[in-house]
């Protein structure tokens, strides 16, 4: 059994937000699909399509290139998930 982590350690790492100007998921662009919510990568600066859009970009690179925080690019929404550690801050 997992325990529940209090104060995530990548959260607690991010000084400067990285925020996205372009309001596309980079890889749905690519392949012609469309998406509900963006999320920009705090590790890398890219931004793709959260989990309730169709392919999941997002969560994907997260494990694939193991950058486990996003800010939700979606405009007045101010949070991060860590999605290793699946905890939530809002800065």
Request: a positive charge; one cysteine or more; charged letters at 25%.
């Amino acid at each position: 059994m997992a325990m529940k982590v209090k104060n995530c350690k990548h959260l607690q790492k991010i000084e400067r937000v990285i925020t996205s100007k372009n309001y596309e998921c980079e890889a749905c662009i690519k392949t012609n699909d469309s998406w509900l919510h963006l999320r920009t990568c705090q590790s890398c600066g890219v931004t793709l399509c959260c989990d309730s859009s169709p392919n999941k970009h997002a969560s994907k690179h997260a494990k694939s290139e193991d950058h486990p925080v996003i800010v939700s690019a979606e405009p007045g929404e101010k949070w991060m998930w860590c999605y290793e550690h699946q905890q939530i801050k809002r800065y």
